[in-house]
Protein backbone atom coordinates (compact mmCIF):
# COMPACT_ATOMS: atom_id res chain seq x y z
CA UNK A 1 0.00 0.00 0.00
CA UNK A 2 2.74 2.46 0.86
CA UNK A 3 4.73 1.74 -2.01
CA UNK A 4 1.43 2.29 -3.73
CA UNK A 5 1.35 5.49 -2.79
CA UNK A 6 4.86 6.61 -3.24
CA UNK A 7 4.73 5.81 -6.88
CA UNK A 8 1.27 7.15 -7.68
CA UNK A 9 2.15 9.76 -9.65
CA UNK A 10 3.36 7.06 -12.20
CA UNK A 11 -0.62 5.95 -12.36
CA UNK A 12 -0.81 8.16 -15.71
CA UNK A 13 1.77 5.32 -17.63
CA UNK A 14 -0.77 2.69 -18.06
CA UNK A 15 -4.04 4.71 -17.61
CA UNK A 16 -2.54 5.94 -21.33
CA UNK A 17 -1.87 2.52 -22.94
CA UNK A 18 -5.01 1.73 -21.43
CA UNK A 19 -6.90 4.75 -23.07
CA UNK A 20 -5.56 4.04 -26.13
CA UNK A 21 -6.61 0.00 -26.13
CA UNK A 22 -9.84 0.76 -25.08
CA UNK A 23 -10.24 3.65 -28.10
CA UNK A 24 -8.85 0.90 -30.16
CA UNK A 25 -10.85 -1.55 -28.94
CA UNK A 26 -14.15 0.71 -29.62
CA UNK A 27 -12.78 1.50 -33.20
CA UNK A 28 -12.55 5.03 -32.06
CA UNK A 29 -8.67 4.75 -33.26
CA UNK A 30 -8.22 3.32 -36.74
CA UNK A 31 -5.13 1.26 -37.82
CA UNK A 32 -3.68 4.31 -39.33
CA UNK A 33 -4.02 6.31 -36.07
CA UNK A 34 -2.52 3.37 -34.06
CA UNK A 35 0.48 3.62 -36.64
CA UNK A 36 0.93 7.36 -35.89
CA UNK A 37 0.99 6.55 -32.49
CA UNK A 38 3.54 3.92 -32.91
CA UNK A 39 5.44 6.38 -34.96
CA UNK A 40 5.81 8.77 -31.98
CA UNK A 41 7.05 5.62 -29.59
CA UNK A 42 9.58 5.09 -32.07
CA UNK A 43 10.68 8.69 -32.79
CA UNK A 44 10.45 9.29 -28.90
CA UNK A 45 13.14 6.67 -27.97
CA UNK A 46 15.43 8.40 -30.84
CA UNK A 47 14.69 11.88 -29.68
CA UNK A 48 15.84 10.22 -26.22
CA UNK A 49 18.56 8.65 -27.61
CA UNK A 50 19.84 12.36 -29.21
CA UNK A 51 19.34 13.87 -26.16
CA UNK A 52 21.95 11.81 -23.83
CA UNK A 53 24.09 12.80 -26.06
CA UNK A 54 23.42 16.06 -27.30
CA UNK A 55 21.18 17.43 -24.87
CA UNK A 56 23.11 15.94 -21.85
CA UNK A 57 26.88 15.89 -22.84
CA UNK A 58 26.89 18.73 -25.29
CA UNK A 59 28.00 16.37 -28.12
CA UNK A 60 26.41 17.19 -31.71
CA UNK A 61 25.44 14.08 -33.86
CA UNK A 62 24.07 14.16 -37.25
CA UNK A 63 24.47 10.50 -37.66
CA UNK A 64 21.85 9.14 -35.39
CA UNK A 65 19.93 7.69 -37.92
CA UNK A 66 23.13 5.26 -38.29
CA UNK A 67 22.81 3.62 -35.11
CA UNK A 68 19.24 3.94 -35.43
CA UNK A 69 19.87 1.74 -38.85
CA UNK A 70 22.27 -0.88 -37.08
CA UNK A 71 19.80 -1.57 -34.44
CA UNK A 72 17.30 -1.96 -37.18
CA UNK A 73 19.07 -4.67 -39.33
CA UNK A 74 20.79 -6.65 -36.66
CA UNK A 75 17.59 -7.45 -34.85
CA UNK A 76 15.93 -8.21 -38.23
CA UNK A 77 18.54 -10.48 -38.98
CA UNK A 78 18.03 -12.24 -35.30
CA UNK A 79 14.45 -12.34 -35.41
CA UNK A 80 13.64 -13.69 -39.16
CA UNK A 81 16.42 -16.26 -38.53
CA UNK A 82 14.90 -17.40 -35.45
CA UNK A 83 11.50 -17.04 -37.06
CA UNK A 84 11.08 -17.42 -40.73
CA UNK A 85 8.30 -15.12 -42.79
CA UNK A 86 6.39 -18.38 -43.73
CA UNK A 87 6.04 -19.61 -40.10
CA UNK A 88 4.98 -16.42 -38.94
CA UNK A 89 1.52 -15.78 -39.16
CA UNK A 90 -1.52 -14.20 -37.18
CA UNK A 91 -1.99 -18.26 -35.79
CA UNK A 92 0.74 -17.30 -33.54
CA UNK A 93 -2.17 -14.76 -31.51
CA UNK A 94 -3.23 -15.19 -28.42
CA UNK A 95 -6.44 -13.66 -28.16
CA UNK A 96 -8.51 -13.32 -24.43
CA UNK A 97 -10.82 -10.95 -22.47
CA UNK A 98 -10.65 -9.18 -19.34
CA UNK A 99 -14.30 -7.85 -18.95
CA UNK A 100 -15.32 -6.34 -22.50
CA UNK A 101 -11.87 -5.51 -23.49
CA UNK A 102 -10.13 -7.70 -25.66
CA UNK A 103 -6.81 -8.31 -25.58
CA UNK A 104 -3.61 -9.56 -28.15
CA UNK A 105 -0.69 -11.41 -27.56
CA UNK A 106 1.69 -12.61 -29.86
CA UNK A 107 2.99 -16.32 -27.91
CA UNK A 108 5.46 -16.24 -25.54
CA UNK A 109 8.32 -17.56 -28.13
CA UNK A 110 7.91 -14.72 -30.72
CA UNK A 111 8.19 -12.37 -27.90
CA UNK A 112 11.59 -13.42 -26.25
CA UNK A 113 13.08 -13.66 -29.77
CA UNK A 114 11.78 -10.15 -30.56
CA UNK A 115 13.32 -9.20 -26.85
CA UNK A 116 16.57 -10.92 -27.94
CA UNK A 117 16.78 -9.50 -31.13
CA UNK A 118 15.87 -5.93 -29.80
CA UNK A 119 18.89 -6.41 -27.36
CA UNK A 120 21.54 -7.96 -29.92
CA UNK A 121 20.22 -4.91 -31.81
CA UNK A 122 20.96 -2.43 -29.39
CA UNK A 123 24.09 -4.08 -28.00
CA UNK A 124 25.46 -4.14 -31.84
CA UNK A 125 24.78 -0.29 -31.99
CA UNK A 126 26.37 0.64 -28.74
CA UNK A 127 29.46 -1.14 -30.21
CA UNK A 128 29.12 1.07 -33.16
CA UNK A 129 29.11 3.86 -30.55
CA UNK A 130 31.91 3.10 -28.98
CA UNK A 131 33.89 2.24 -32.33
CA UNK A 132 32.87 6.15 -33.67
CA UNK A 133 32.88 7.50 -29.78
CA UNK A 134 36.43 6.87 -29.14
CA UNK A 135 38.42 8.55 -32.21
CA UNK A 136 35.93 11.62 -31.92
CA UNK A 137 37.22 12.25 -28.45
CA UNK A 138 39.03 15.64 -29.69
CA UNK A 139 36.23 16.86 -32.16
CA UNK A 140 33.86 19.31 -30.96
CA UNK A 141 30.70 20.98 -32.77
CA UNK A 142 30.94 21.21 -36.41
CA UNK A 143 33.76 18.63 -36.20
CA UNK A 144 32.24 16.24 -34.68
CA UNK A 145 28.96 16.77 -36.56
CA UNK A 146 30.63 16.13 -40.13
CA UNK A 147 32.61 13.02 -38.31
CA UNK A 148 28.55 11.30 -37.43
CA UNK A 149 27.02 12.85 -40.75
CA UNK A 150 29.98 10.52 -42.50
CA UNK A 151 29.58 7.90 -40.16
CA UNK A 152 25.73 7.47 -40.80
CA UNK A 153 26.02 7.74 -44.57
CA UNK A 154 28.91 4.81 -44.47
CA UNK A 155 26.67 2.75 -42.42
CA UNK A 156 23.85 2.92 -45.32
CA UNK A 157 26.41 2.53 -47.82
CA UNK A 158 27.66 -0.78 -46.26
CA UNK A 159 23.94 -2.20 -46.40
CA UNK A 160 23.55 -1.08 -49.80
CA UNK A 161 26.36 -3.68 -50.38
CA UNK A 162 25.72 -6.27 -47.93
CA UNK A 163 23.71 -9.39 -49.47
CA UNK A 164 21.93 -11.22 -46.27
CA UNK A 165 19.86 -7.77 -46.15
CA UNK A 166 19.01 -7.24 -49.84
CA UNK A 167 21.60 -4.88 -50.15
CA UNK A 168 20.32 -2.23 -52.13
CA UNK A 169 16.88 -3.76 -52.84
CA UNK A 170 15.48 -3.78 -49.27
CA UNK A 171 14.93 -6.37 -46.50
CA UNK A 172 11.53 -8.39 -46.48
CA UNK A 173 10.33 -10.96 -44.15
CA UNK A 174 10.71 -9.35 -41.09
CA UNK A 175 8.34 -10.86 -38.50
CA UNK A 176 5.78 -8.17 -37.71
CA UNK A 177 6.93 -8.50 -33.45
CA UNK A 178 6.39 -4.82 -32.32
CA UNK A 179 2.43 -3.58 -31.70
CA UNK A 180 1.45 -0.33 -29.90
CA UNK A 181 1.84 -2.23 -26.31
CA UNK A 182 6.14 -3.39 -27.04
CA UNK A 183 6.90 0.16 -28.34
CA UNK A 184 4.60 1.97 -25.49
CA UNK A 185 6.60 -0.15 -22.89
CA UNK A 186 10.01 0.71 -24.78
CA UNK A 187 9.07 4.39 -25.03
CA UNK A 188 8.27 4.38 -21.02
CA UNK A 189 11.54 2.37 -20.54
CA UNK A 190 13.55 4.86 -22.00
CA UNK A 191 12.17 7.96 -20.65
CA UNK A 192 12.84 6.35 -17.09
CA UNK A 193 16.44 4.91 -17.85
CA UNK A 194 17.48 8.49 -19.29
CA UNK A 195 15.74 10.19 -16.41
CA UNK A 196 17.87 7.85 -13.92
CA UNK A 197 21.08 8.46 -16.15
CA UNK A 198 20.33 12.34 -15.68
CA UNK A 199 19.31 12.18 -12.02
CA UNK A 200 22.75 10.76 -11.37
CA UNK A 201 26.64 11.29 -11.07
CA UNK A 202 27.04 9.93 -14.84
CA UNK A 203 24.31 12.49 -15.73
CA UNK A 204 26.02 15.48 -14.02
CA UNK A 205 28.87 14.48 -14.96
CA UNK A 206 27.60 14.81 -18.96
CA UNK A 207 26.48 18.43 -17.95
CA UNK A 208 29.36 19.35 -16.60
CA UNK A 209 31.15 18.54 -19.73
CA UNK A 210 28.11 20.30 -21.63
CA UNK A 211 28.82 23.29 -19.80
CA UNK A 212 32.20 24.06 -19.55
CA UNK A 213 34.93 21.18 -20.60
CA UNK A 214 37.76 22.23 -18.77
CA UNK A 215 36.33 22.88 -15.68
CA UNK A 216 34.60 19.34 -15.31
CA UNK A 217 38.38 18.29 -15.86
CA UNK A 218 39.96 19.76 -13.11
CA UNK A 219 36.79 19.23 -10.59
CA UNK A 220 38.45 15.19 -11.14
CA UNK A 221 35.36 14.36 -14.23
CA UNK A 222 37.50 12.04 -16.51
CA UNK A 223 36.06 13.90 -19.99
CA UNK A 224 37.09 11.15 -21.95
CA UNK A 225 35.47 8.39 -19.91
CA UNK A 226 32.37 10.17 -19.81
CA UNK A 227 32.03 10.83 -23.58
CA UNK A 228 32.54 7.67 -24.70
CA UNK A 229 29.92 6.25 -22.15
CA UNK A 230 27.42 8.85 -23.08
CA UNK A 231 28.36 8.03 -27.43
CA UNK A 232 27.40 4.07 -25.78
CA UNK A 233 24.31 4.90 -24.00
CA UNK A 234 22.83 6.94 -26.89
CA UNK A 235 23.40 4.19 -29.26
CA UNK A 236 22.23 1.13 -27.47
CA UNK A 237 18.26 3.18 -27.01
CA UNK A 238 18.92 4.32 -30.39
CA UNK A 239 19.33 0.80 -31.68
CA UNK A 240 16.36 -0.75 -29.81
CA UNK A 241 14.34 2.25 -31.50
CA UNK A 242 15.91 0.68 -34.62
CA UNK A 243 14.63 -2.87 -33.79
CA UNK A 244 10.86 -1.30 -32.91
CA UNK A 245 11.33 0.29 -36.68
CA UNK A 246 12.23 -2.89 -38.25
CA UNK A 247 9.10 -4.89 -36.62
CA UNK A 248 6.87 -2.28 -37.28
CA UNK A 249 7.48 -1.89 -40.69
CA UNK A 250 8.15 -5.18 -41.76
CA UNK A 251 10.20 -4.17 -44.34
CA UNK A 252 13.43 -1.92 -43.94
CA UNK A 253 15.12 0.06 -47.34
CA UNK A 254 18.33 1.65 -46.37
CA UNK A 255 17.66 4.72 -47.79
CA UNK A 256 15.18 5.45 -44.72
CA UNK A 257 18.47 5.78 -42.94
CA UNK A 258 19.68 8.58 -44.68
CA UNK A 259 21.53 11.98 -42.85
CA UNK A 260 18.07 13.98 -43.31
CA UNK A 261 16.74 11.15 -41.10
CA UNK A 262 19.44 11.85 -38.57
CA UNK A 263 18.43 15.84 -39.00
CA UNK A 264 14.77 15.29 -38.63
CA UNK A 265 15.67 14.28 -35.18
CA UNK A 266 17.99 17.43 -34.39
CA UNK A 267 14.96 19.23 -35.27
CA UNK A 268 12.80 17.12 -32.86
CA UNK A 269 15.20 17.71 -30.45
CA UNK A 270 15.58 21.27 -30.46
CA UNK A 271 11.92 22.29 -30.90
CA UNK A 272 10.72 20.37 -27.53
CA UNK A 273 13.65 21.66 -26.19
CA UNK A 274 17.04 20.72 -26.01
CA UNK A 275 18.61 18.84 -22.76
CA UNK A 276 14.89 18.39 -20.90
CA UNK A 277 13.42 14.81 -21.29
CA UNK A 278 10.17 15.95 -20.86
CA UNK A 279 11.04 18.62 -23.77
CA UNK A 280 12.06 15.41 -26.38
CA UNK A 281 8.96 13.70 -25.34
CA UNK A 282 6.91 16.68 -26.48
CA UNK A 283 9.11 17.45 -29.71
CA UNK A 284 8.70 13.64 -30.40
CA UNK A 285 5.24 13.89 -30.83
CA UNK A 286 4.06 17.13 -32.03
CA UNK A 287 6.78 16.67 -34.98
CA UNK A 288 5.51 13.41 -36.40
CA UNK A 289 1.50 13.63 -35.88
CA UNK A 290 2.20 17.20 -37.33
CA UNK A 291 2.88 16.23 -41.08
CA UNK A 292 -0.25 13.49 -40.51
CA UNK A 293 -2.43 16.40 -39.23
CA UNK A 294 -1.33 18.25 -42.29
CA UNK A 295 -2.00 15.68 -44.21
CA UNK A 296 -5.47 17.16 -45.36
CA UNK A 297 -4.00 20.01 -47.05
CA UNK A 298 -1.61 17.66 -48.89
CA UNK A 299 0.22 20.39 -51.35
CA UNK A 300 0.88 22.62 -48.76
CA UNK A 301 1.92 20.40 -46.04
CA UNK A 302 5.74 21.09 -46.06
CA UNK A 303 5.61 24.70 -46.18
CA UNK A 304 3.11 24.86 -43.18
CA UNK A 305 5.41 22.47 -40.96
CA UNK A 306 8.43 23.98 -42.01
CA UNK A 307 7.01 27.49 -41.06
CA UNK A 308 5.80 25.81 -37.75
CA UNK A 309 9.24 24.93 -37.07
CA UNK A 310 10.70 28.76 -37.74
CA UNK A 311 8.26 29.99 -35.97
CA UNK A 312 9.05 27.54 -32.90
CA UNK A 313 12.76 28.42 -32.88
CA UNK A 314 11.87 31.83 -33.36
CA UNK A 315 9.63 32.36 -30.50
CA UNK A 316 10.36 29.35 -28.29
CA UNK A 317 14.01 29.32 -28.63
CA UNK A 318 14.62 26.80 -26.14
CA UNK A 319 11.84 24.70 -27.19
CA UNK A 320 8.45 23.93 -26.73
CA UNK A 321 8.73 23.18 -23.27
CA UNK A 322 11.55 25.64 -22.66
CA UNK A 323 13.66 23.58 -20.55
CA UNK A 324 10.61 22.53 -18.22
CA UNK A 325 10.06 18.26 -17.27
CA UNK A 326 6.99 16.73 -16.28
CA UNK A 327 6.92 16.74 -12.45
CA UNK A 328 5.49 13.19 -12.44
CA UNK A 329 9.70 12.40 -13.53
CA UNK A 330 10.51 13.80 -9.98
CA UNK A 331 13.76 15.98 -11.90
CA UNK A 332 15.03 18.54 -9.36
CA UNK A 333 16.74 20.71 -11.95
CA UNK A 334 16.03 24.43 -11.16
CA UNK A 335 13.11 25.83 -9.26
CA UNK A 336 11.33 27.06 -11.83
CA UNK A 337 11.92 23.98 -14.27
CA UNK A 338 9.03 21.68 -13.17
CA UNK A 339 5.78 21.50 -15.14
CA UNK A 340 2.77 21.31 -13.86
CA UNK A 341 -0.46 21.21 -15.83
CA UNK A 342 -1.20 24.42 -13.97
CA UNK A 343 1.50 25.52 -15.89
CA UNK A 344 -0.55 25.30 -19.28
CA UNK A 345 -0.86 28.72 -19.64
CA UNK A 346 2.10 29.95 -19.34
CA UNK A 347 4.14 28.35 -22.18
CA UNK A 348 1.83 29.21 -24.82
CA UNK A 349 3.31 32.93 -24.98
CA UNK A 350 5.15 34.57 -23.00
CA UNK A 351 9.02 35.37 -22.96
CA UNK A 352 9.63 34.79 -19.01
CA UNK A 353 10.74 31.15 -19.06
CA UNK A 354 12.58 31.85 -22.20
CA UNK A 355 14.90 34.21 -20.20
CA UNK A 356 14.68 32.13 -17.17
CA UNK A 357 15.60 28.91 -18.19
CA UNK A 358 17.70 29.65 -21.04
CA UNK A 359 21.46 30.20 -21.77
CA UNK B 1 54.41 18.14 4.24
CA UNK B 2 55.25 19.07 0.58
CA UNK B 3 51.37 18.68 -1.31
CA UNK B 4 52.18 20.88 -4.25
CA UNK B 5 55.96 20.61 -5.57
CA UNK B 6 56.91 21.70 -9.07
CA UNK B 7 60.71 21.45 -10.25
CA UNK B 8 62.23 24.05 -12.18
CA UNK B 9 59.06 24.07 -14.64
CA UNK B 10 59.24 25.86 -18.28
CA UNK B 11 56.76 26.25 -21.30
CA UNK B 12 57.08 27.04 -24.47
CA UNK B 13 54.68 27.89 -27.15
CA UNK B 14 56.22 28.15 -30.56
CA UNK B 15 58.72 30.81 -29.99
CA UNK B 16 57.63 32.36 -26.93
CA UNK B 17 59.25 31.12 -23.73
CA UNK B 18 55.82 31.94 -21.35
CA UNK B 19 57.42 30.26 -18.31
CA UNK B 20 60.86 29.65 -17.54
CA UNK B 21 62.26 27.78 -14.53
CA UNK B 22 59.70 27.93 -12.02
CA UNK B 23 59.91 26.14 -8.98
CA UNK B 24 57.30 26.32 -5.85
CA UNK B 25 56.73 24.51 -3.12
CA UNK B 26 53.48 24.40 -1.13
CA UNK B 27 52.95 22.73 2.28
CA UNK B 28 49.79 22.03 4.23
CA UNK B 29 48.93 25.61 6.12
CA UNK B 30 50.36 27.54 3.67
CA UNK B 31 48.95 30.65 2.35
CA UNK B 32 51.67 31.56 -1.20
CA UNK B 33 50.95 33.90 -3.68
CA UNK B 34 51.69 34.24 -7.31
CA UNK B 35 51.94 38.42 -8.19
CA UNK B 36 53.28 40.19 -11.78
CA UNK B 37 51.87 42.44 -14.02
CA UNK B 38 49.45 41.37 -17.25
CA UNK B 39 50.72 38.85 -19.41
CA UNK B 40 53.74 37.70 -16.81
CA UNK B 41 52.86 33.90 -16.87
CA UNK B 42 50.95 33.50 -13.53
CA UNK B 43 48.01 31.42 -15.35
CA UNK B 44 50.36 29.92 -17.78
CA UNK B 45 52.02 28.77 -14.01
CA UNK B 46 48.95 27.55 -13.07
CA UNK B 47 47.65 25.59 -16.42
CA UNK B 48 50.90 23.84 -16.10
CA UNK B 49 50.25 23.05 -11.81
CA UNK B 50 46.75 21.45 -12.54
CA UNK B 51 47.62 19.31 -15.74
CA UNK B 52 46.21 21.58 -18.42
CA UNK B 53 49.63 22.31 -19.63
CA UNK B 54 52.06 19.71 -19.92
CA UNK B 55 55.62 21.73 -19.39
CA UNK B 56 58.33 21.00 -21.60
CA UNK B 57 60.61 20.99 -18.91
CA UNK B 58 60.39 20.16 -15.33
CA UNK B 59 57.95 18.06 -13.24
CA UNK B 60 55.11 19.20 -11.03
CA UNK B 61 54.73 16.87 -7.74
CA UNK B 62 51.21 16.61 -5.69
CA UNK B 63 51.70 14.92 -2.85
CA UNK B 64 54.91 13.34 -3.88
CA UNK B 65 53.61 11.84 -6.90
CA UNK B 66 55.03 12.72 -10.22
CA UNK B 67 52.28 14.11 -12.45
CA UNK B 68 54.37 13.88 -15.66
CA UNK B 69 51.93 13.04 -18.66
CA UNK B 70 48.13 13.10 -16.33
CA UNK B 71 45.11 14.71 -16.93
CA UNK B 72 43.74 17.28 -14.76
CA UNK B 73 41.09 14.86 -13.37
CA UNK B 74 44.46 13.36 -12.18
CA UNK B 75 45.46 16.03 -10.61
CA UNK B 76 42.38 16.20 -9.13
CA UNK B 77 42.31 13.23 -7.77
CA UNK B 78 45.53 13.60 -6.19
CA UNK B 79 44.50 16.29 -4.03
CA UNK B 80 44.68 19.46 -6.21
CA UNK B 81 41.74 21.73 -6.99
CA UNK B 82 41.64 25.19 -8.53
CA UNK B 83 39.03 28.05 -9.86
CA UNK B 84 39.31 30.35 -12.81
CA UNK B 85 40.40 34.07 -14.09
CA UNK B 86 37.04 34.49 -15.43
CA UNK B 87 34.80 32.13 -14.05
CA UNK B 88 34.19 28.45 -15.10
CA UNK B 89 30.59 27.06 -13.58
CA UNK B 90 28.10 25.09 -15.02
CA UNK B 91 25.75 27.63 -16.02
CA UNK B 92 22.40 25.75 -16.62
CA UNK B 93 22.61 23.60 -14.12
CA UNK B 94 21.77 24.51 -10.15
CA UNK B 95 24.06 25.80 -7.41
CA UNK B 96 23.56 22.56 -5.63
CA UNK B 97 24.04 20.13 -8.30
CA UNK B 98 27.79 22.32 -9.68
CA UNK B 99 28.55 21.06 -6.63
CA UNK B 100 27.51 17.65 -6.17
CA UNK B 101 29.67 17.96 -9.96
CA UNK B 102 32.93 18.00 -7.98
CA UNK B 103 31.82 14.37 -6.23
CA UNK B 104 31.26 12.82 -9.50
CA UNK B 105 35.07 10.85 -9.09
CA UNK B 106 34.48 9.87 -5.81
CA UNK B 107 30.65 8.41 -6.26
CA UNK B 108 30.47 4.75 -5.77
CA UNK B 109 27.68 3.11 -7.76
CA UNK B 110 28.18 1.93 -10.78
CA UNK B 111 26.15 2.39 -14.29
CA UNK B 112 23.77 -0.46 -13.63
CA UNK B 113 23.36 0.29 -10.43
CA UNK B 114 22.17 3.97 -11.63
CA UNK B 115 20.19 2.72 -13.96
CA UNK B 116 17.93 0.67 -11.86
CA UNK B 117 18.36 2.69 -8.56
CA UNK B 118 19.39 0.27 -6.15
CA UNK B 119 19.18 0.89 -2.46
CA UNK B 120 23.38 2.28 -2.39
CA UNK B 121 22.19 4.69 -5.95
CA UNK B 122 20.31 6.28 -3.18
CA UNK B 123 22.49 6.17 0.06
CA UNK B 124 25.76 7.46 -2.46
CA UNK B 125 23.25 10.12 -3.88
CA UNK B 126 21.79 11.30 0.18
CA UNK B 127 25.59 11.16 1.22
CA UNK B 128 26.47 13.57 -1.93
CA UNK B 129 23.62 16.01 -1.02
CA UNK B 130 24.32 15.73 2.40
CA UNK B 131 28.25 16.76 1.64
CA UNK B 132 26.98 19.54 -0.94
CA UNK B 133 24.48 20.97 1.53
CA UNK B 134 26.89 21.18 4.31
CA UNK B 135 29.65 22.95 2.56
CA UNK B 136 27.16 25.32 0.75
CA UNK B 137 25.52 25.95 4.16
CA UNK B 138 29.40 27.09 6.03
CA UNK B 139 29.65 29.03 2.49
CA UNK B 140 26.31 30.58 3.31
CA UNK B 141 25.12 29.82 -0.33
CA UNK B 142 22.05 27.49 1.05
CA UNK B 143 19.39 30.38 -0.20
CA UNK B 144 20.87 30.00 -3.44
CA UNK B 145 20.93 25.78 -4.01
CA UNK B 146 18.11 25.87 -6.39
CA UNK B 147 19.11 29.01 -8.73
CA UNK B 148 21.06 28.27 -11.57
CA UNK B 149 24.60 29.12 -11.39
CA UNK B 150 24.62 32.27 -14.18
CA UNK B 151 21.87 33.85 -11.99
CA UNK B 152 24.24 33.99 -8.66
CA UNK B 153 25.58 37.82 -8.28
CA UNK B 154 28.95 37.88 -9.28
CA UNK B 155 30.73 37.32 -6.24
CA UNK B 156 28.75 34.59 -4.93
CA UNK B 157 29.45 32.88 -8.51
CA UNK B 158 33.16 33.21 -7.41
CA UNK B 159 32.52 32.10 -3.82
CA UNK B 160 30.54 29.18 -5.64
CA UNK B 161 33.45 28.12 -7.57
CA UNK B 162 35.41 28.13 -4.50
CA UNK B 163 33.15 26.08 -2.57
CA UNK B 164 32.66 23.77 -5.67
CA UNK B 165 36.70 23.52 -5.81
CA UNK B 166 36.43 22.60 -1.83
CA UNK B 167 34.24 19.55 -2.61
CA UNK B 168 36.84 17.67 -4.29
CA UNK B 169 38.15 17.40 -0.69
CA UNK B 170 42.15 19.32 -2.03
CA UNK B 171 45.07 19.35 0.37
CA UNK B 172 46.01 22.02 -2.09
CA UNK B 173 43.25 24.77 -3.19
CA UNK B 174 44.35 27.25 -5.93
CA UNK B 175 42.93 30.42 -6.74
CA UNK B 176 43.34 32.85 -9.92
CA UNK B 177 42.67 36.17 -8.74
CA UNK B 178 39.43 35.40 -6.94
CA UNK B 179 39.22 38.93 -6.14
CA UNK B 180 38.95 40.38 -9.49
CA UNK B 181 36.08 42.50 -10.48
CA UNK B 182 35.54 42.53 -6.80
CA UNK B 183 34.10 45.67 -4.54
CA UNK B 184 36.50 46.18 -1.40
CA UNK B 185 33.42 45.02 0.68
CA UNK B 186 33.34 42.11 -1.38
CA UNK B 187 37.19 41.64 -1.24
CA UNK B 188 37.02 41.74 2.74
CA UNK B 189 34.71 39.12 2.54
CA UNK B 190 37.10 37.11 0.62
CA UNK B 191 39.75 37.70 2.83
CA UNK B 192 37.76 36.74 5.34
CA UNK B 193 36.82 33.51 3.65
CA UNK B 194 40.06 32.31 2.58
CA UNK B 195 41.29 32.77 6.34
CA UNK B 196 38.30 30.43 7.14
CA UNK B 197 39.52 27.87 4.63
CA UNK B 198 42.93 28.12 5.72
CA UNK B 199 42.00 27.87 9.73
CA UNK B 200 39.53 25.08 9.33
CA UNK B 201 40.61 22.61 6.87
CA UNK B 202 44.33 23.38 6.98
CA UNK B 203 45.01 22.90 3.62
CA UNK B 204 47.78 24.93 1.23
CA UNK B 205 46.48 27.81 -0.09
CA UNK B 206 48.36 29.36 -3.66
CA UNK B 207 46.79 32.38 -4.86
CA UNK B 208 47.39 34.64 -7.77
CA UNK B 209 45.97 38.24 -7.12
CA UNK B 210 46.80 41.48 -8.41
CA UNK B 211 45.40 43.60 -5.47
CA UNK B 212 48.95 44.10 -3.80
CA UNK B 213 47.16 45.00 -0.34
CA UNK B 214 44.98 41.91 -0.46
CA UNK B 215 48.20 39.48 -1.14
CA UNK B 216 50.52 41.60 1.62
CA UNK B 217 47.48 41.09 4.34
CA UNK B 218 47.06 37.08 3.32
CA UNK B 219 50.20 35.43 1.78
CA UNK B 220 53.10 34.56 3.81
CA UNK B 221 55.08 34.16 0.79
CA UNK B 222 55.21 35.49 -2.46
CA UNK B 223 56.55 34.96 -6.13
CA UNK B 224 56.67 37.70 -8.24
CA UNK B 225 57.33 36.84 -11.98
CA UNK B 226 57.87 39.38 -14.69
CA UNK B 227 57.54 38.11 -18.47
CA UNK B 228 57.82 34.06 -16.99
CA UNK B 229 61.00 34.54 -15.04
CA UNK B 230 61.07 34.88 -11.71
CA UNK B 231 62.56 37.89 -10.52
CA UNK B 232 61.96 37.85 -6.50
CA UNK B 233 60.59 35.71 -3.67
CA UNK B 234 60.24 35.76 -0.09
CA UNK B 235 57.92 37.36 3.25
CA UNK B 236 55.88 40.26 1.95
CA UNK B 237 58.20 42.83 3.25
CA UNK B 238 60.83 41.42 1.67
CA UNK B 239 58.87 41.67 -1.41
CA UNK B 240 57.71 45.07 -1.00
CA UNK B 241 61.49 46.26 -0.60
CA UNK B 242 62.78 44.54 -3.75
CA UNK B 243 63.70 47.21 -6.39
CA UNK B 244 63.65 44.98 -9.13
CA UNK B 245 60.06 44.16 -8.03
CA UNK B 246 59.18 48.33 -7.65
CA UNK B 247 60.51 48.56 -10.90
CA UNK B 248 58.70 45.40 -12.83
CA UNK B 249 55.59 45.41 -10.92
CA UNK B 250 54.90 47.92 -8.21
CA UNK B 251 56.49 50.77 -9.91
CA UNK B 252 53.93 50.09 -13.30
CA UNK B 253 50.95 48.86 -11.49
CA UNK B 254 50.81 49.99 -7.50
CA UNK B 255 48.01 52.38 -8.11
CA UNK B 256 46.05 50.49 -10.71
CA UNK B 257 45.04 47.18 -8.63
CA UNK B 258 43.23 44.55 -10.81
CA UNK B 259 42.97 45.56 -14.00
CA UNK B 260 43.53 42.16 -15.50
CA UNK B 261 41.23 40.85 -17.85
N1 LIG C 1 48.01 28.42 -25.15
C1 LIG C 1 48.82 29.47 -25.37
N2 LIG C 1 49.39 29.63 -26.58
C2 LIG C 1 50.21 30.69 -26.81
N3 LIG C 1 50.51 31.62 -25.91
C3 LIG C 1 49.98 31.52 -24.69
C4 LIG C 1 49.10 30.43 -24.35
N4 LIG C 1 48.71 30.59 -23.06
C5 LIG C 1 49.30 31.70 -22.62
N5 LIG C 1 50.07 32.26 -23.59
C6 LIG C 1 50.87 33.46 -23.45
O1 LIG C 1 51.61 33.40 -22.26
C7 LIG C 1 51.76 34.70 -21.69
C8 LIG C 1 51.31 34.67 -20.26
O2 LIG C 1 49.90 34.66 -20.18
P1 LIG C 1 49.13 34.46 -18.80
O3 LIG C 1 49.72 33.31 -18.09
O4 LIG C 1 47.69 34.39 -19.09
O5 LIG C 1 49.45 35.82 -18.04
P2 LIG C 1 48.90 36.32 -16.65
O6 LIG C 1 47.97 35.34 -16.08
O7 LIG C 1 50.13 36.54 -15.81
O8 LIG C 1 48.24 37.64 -16.92
C9 LIG C 1 50.95 35.65 -22.54
O9 LIG C 1 51.84 36.32 -23.40
C10 LIG C 1 50.03 34.73 -23.32
O10 LIG C 1 49.73 35.28 -24.56
MG1 LIG D 1 45.96 35.44 -15.65
Not at chain 1, 29 to 52: A, F, H, K
Not at chain 1, 62 to 79: E, P, R
Not at chain 2, 229 to 239: A, D, L
Request: a positive charge; glycine letters at 10%.
Amino acid sequence: MNWLKKNRKFIIIPLIYLLVHVLNQAKILNNYILQVLMLIGINLIMVESLNVLTGMTGQTSLGQAGFMAVGAYVSAIVTSILIPAKNFSSAALISFKIGKIGFQITSIPQNLIFLLGTLAGGVVAAIFGYIIGTPSLKLKGDYLAIVTLGFGEVIRQIIRVTPIVGKSFGMVGIPKLANFFWIYFFAMLTIFICRNFMDSSYGRACMAIRDNEIAADTIGINTARYKVIAFVYSAFIAGISGSMFAHTMVYLHPDTFAYTKSTDYVIYLYAGGVGSISGSILGAAALTALPEILRQISNWRLVIYGLLLVLIILFRPTGLFGGREFSFLGLKTGGIKIFHFSDLWSWIGKKKSVEEAGK
Amino acid sequence: MSVLKADHISIQFGGLRAVNDFSIDLNLGDIQAIIGPNGAGKTTVFNMLTGIYQPTEGTVYVNGKSMKGCKPYQFTAAGLSRTFQNIRLFNRSTVLDNVKMAYTFKMKYNFWEMLTRTGNYYSEEKRVTDEAMRLLEMFDLTYATDYFANNLPYGEQRKLEIVRALATAPQALLLDEPAAGMNPNEIDDLVKLIRRIHDEMGIGILIIEHHMKMVMAIADFIKVIDFGETICEGSPSTVQKDPKVIEAYLGRHANEGGSDK
